[in-house]
């Protein structure tokens, strides 16, 4: 039972690869349009990781003092 599960994951991987990287009639692939757009994802990840250490973080203190 656990060859069978292996087979079908291996198929279902093949398949999956061979999708993303098939070209359209543009030329281009899936994969193509996923490494175009990803340094304007990272630009905008930088964007909110810099809003949300603004909104939660802040200076921290060097040291408590335990008067």
Do not use: C
Not at 26 to 46: C, H, L, R, T, Y
């Amino acid at each position: 039972m656990g060859l069978l599960r292996y087979i079908v994951l291996g198929a279902a991987v093949a398949a999956g690869v061979k999708y993303a990287t098939k070209k359209r009639p543009d030329g281009k692939s899936f994969v193509d349009d996923i490494s175009e757009k990803a340094p304007e994802w990272m630009n905008q990840a930088k964007k909110y990781t810099e809003q949300f250490k603004d909104q939660y973080g802040g200076p921290k203190p060097a040291h408590r003092d335990y008067e």
